[in-house]
């Protein structure tokens, strides 16, 4: 099974590693790509700024986007990527600790693919990172990459 | 020749005939070759006749033709003289040269400066003719002007009977007849025809009092007819034989030579004038009568010397005399005493013979002695030839007049020392050009003018200047005249010029023929009342800025509220999530080097940090209970029960939990709210029911103390009621957790709710006897 790619948007060291932890007991093999603020993530994604060198055609089959975010926050990013052509149709699952409602709504109205609040237990956490690698790594059918959409 | 001539002219039956006699004549008997006789028109006539001798002459037409239509040869000639003009350019008309003649004679007819016509005679020959000839002609011409002259006066006498006789004809409104010797009728106009009722035809020939029928005196008629002389009035029969008022007036009627030939009778119709007579007789009468009933004013006459000639009722009525008792007396007896002594009575008389007329008021005595006031008018009377014949005098009681006005002088009087003794009002009067009248001693206390200060100042000295330069109190005065009235609180100035605030109240005030007089000016000085108004406006302000700020202060611990929820959601979760993770790491990863009491000690880290998490969901719950709006709509709160019930005991299936749930209990809230209420009950119930093996559940309403409220009851572990006042704090627990779960948010969240409803809750329970929580929406 070839290597599937994930974009972790996480700011805190301890939930990253966490993270990190519960994906690599996915059972879909995969590699994450972390980066640590807003900014760097629409950097990543979009080519520019200190990732300009990177490979366009290297696109993640998921975005992890936490909300709390130093520089852009989460909302801002998520406007961003739905705004820009190479991105727009980019599986994204907010990732976060926040269920306030203006979080929710703000998310899914800016048409986030997923909504998943952290548990603090963190078994539920391994659980649900581990059915969320599986889901959308492996069930979920990504939108075609077409080379047009490509600058 | 002249005799021929005069034998034809006289013999004449007119004019014409004469003219054309006498041409042919002088023609015929002097050789002249042509004549032309014009007779110019008389008084009234329309054109001139012209005659031509020969008149059946052909050769002669041209000429004949010439002369008819354009008159007399020539006409620039006012000679009076008979003239000779012989053939010499223009002199003839071309006719008569063409005819071959070159001589005319003309001879004017006139008669007393009347030029009656003309005379021309035409020969052949140019040379003058003979002196006989000339005295010849002229003598026919004179015979020819006499015959004119005389047909002319015939003609204009005929023609003047005849008008007369027609206007005679034409009067209607008087009958004119003509009588003869006899007394017959020989002349009957219209009018006669009128007022007869007989027309001509049947009145001629009748004696005259068959067609005229006195109704009564018809001797006297008859006489004065006989007499053909004389004035009648009385009254004639018609014929249906209602009667009317006639006078007859009858004249001899002589010729020019002073003889009589008959009588003129005019009648004239008396009707409307004895009407018009009647009619003045009647209201003579009246007049007299209503002097005499005249109750309310006493109407006296008196001669020259003052003595009483007359004295009706009014009179009799007021002054208590009869008539009998006072004529001839003098009238100085009427008035009272004092006026007696300083001769008033004769003064008034003198007055009214001097001036036609006195006026004056004053005391009155009556027969029984008691006095009134009196308003008395004399006139002087006079006679057709304005000699002084005596007095009358009008006289009326004013006593109650007098009385009112004394009334409303004593009512003034009280009203002005009112005004006066007004000392919080400022009252005056103003003139219609607002200047001031009056100044109370109010007006005197408020602007620290003195009446004299003031008086005949304008009002605008109260006030101050407008700040672009108008005068406010012209504006007012302006107001009150356009209005009214004028009402309004402003600034007015004392002397010193420091302004205070006034309550101003300017009316105008009219006469009685709505004539502007002036206006009233009434105020109050209201500065101590504006002064607290400007506390309690100050006042007002302050508490509003207050408000405002409490509320922005609100908003702020709102804002801080919500962004500490914020963080709380986001930031106090992490390192409970670090703490867990990393234990439970520590427990996958290092299971082999920690012994069981290790592993123990993360498991209660776990837990630990587990129950923070939720501890923290719970809060971040309570707190949005408070910051979400209210949306009230109907609720059927035994749908939603049934409903929680049902989910409790599907989750654990095991309990034997009874629920009683009264039937439609329906309120108005916030569905998600009372739910979340209810939810909270319920599982607190079940929850305290738990270690019962058989327990019931309740829900339904009652009164507790005569409040109506609902109310949830178990028969679960209860609670002592000394603990009742922690039931509701948040975090607060009368039980352990391992006793029972829980982080005791759940009944402060309940409370909050039904508080939020603007309802109470407040529970019943002991230790193990259940517990019952009652709640108002």
Known sequence: ?151 | MICKAAVAITQAANEDEAANSCLRAVCRGSGWSAGHLVIFPGAGGNHASHHFHPAEAAELAPLRQQLTTSGATWQDDLSVAPVWRKDDGAALPPAARQVGLHGVLRIPLVKDTQSLGVMELFRAEDAAPDEPLLSAVTEVARLMTAALARARITRELSEREAREAALVQSVQDHALVMLDAAGLVVGWNAGAERLSGAPTHQALGKPILELFRPADGREALAELVRREEGRWDGRLLRRDGTTWWARMVLSPMHDGDGRRYGTSLLVQDLTEQRRLEDALAASETRFRLLVEGVKDYALITLDMNGRITSWNLGAERLHGHSARQVLGTPAERLHGEEDRQKGRPGELLREAERTGRAEGEGWRVRADGSRFWAHVVLTALRDAAGAPVGYSMLCLDMTERRRMEEIILESEARFRSLVESAEGYAIFMLDADGRIQSWNSGAERNHGYTAAEVKGQPLGILYPRGEDGTDPAAAALARARAEGRHEEEGLRLRKNGQPFYASVVISAVHDEEGKLRGFSYVARDITERKQSEERLRKLAETLEKRVAERTTQLEDINRELEAFSYSVSHDLRAPLRSIDGFGQALLEDYADKLDEQGKHYLQRMRAASQRMGELIDDLLRLSRLTRSELQRQRVDLSVMAQSIAAELQRREPWRDVRFIIEENLCTWGDPRLLRVALENLFSNSWKFTAKHAHSTIEFGTTDYDGVPCYFVRDDGAGFDMAHASKLFGAFQRLHSPSEFEGTGIGLATVQRIIRRHGGRIWAEGAVEQGATFYFTL
């Open chain 1, 1 to 151: 099974m070839t290597e599937r790619l994930i974009l972790l948007v996480e700011d805190n060291a301890d939930d990253e590693m966490l993270a990190l932890r519960a994906l690599a007991k996915s059972p879909v093999q995969n590699r994450v790509v972390v980066v640590r603020d807003g900014q760097e993530a629409l950097d990543w994604l979009h080519c520019v700024g200190v990732h300009a060198g990177r490979s366009p055609l290297e696109i993640p089959h998921v975005v992890l986007l936490d909300l709390k975010l130093p520089k852009v926050d989460g909302i801002e990013v998520l406007r961003r990527v739905r705004a820009h052509p190479q991105t727009r149709l980019l599986p994204v699952v907010i990732l976060t600790s926040s269920n306030e409602e203006c979080d929710v709504m703000g998310a899914y109205s800016l048409g986030a693919n997923s909504y998943i609040r952290k548990p603090v237990d963190f078994t539920q956490f391994t659980e649900a990172v581990r059915n969320l690698g599986l889901y959308w790594l492996q069930w979920n059918q990504p939108p075609p990459v077409t080379p047009g959409a490509i600058p």
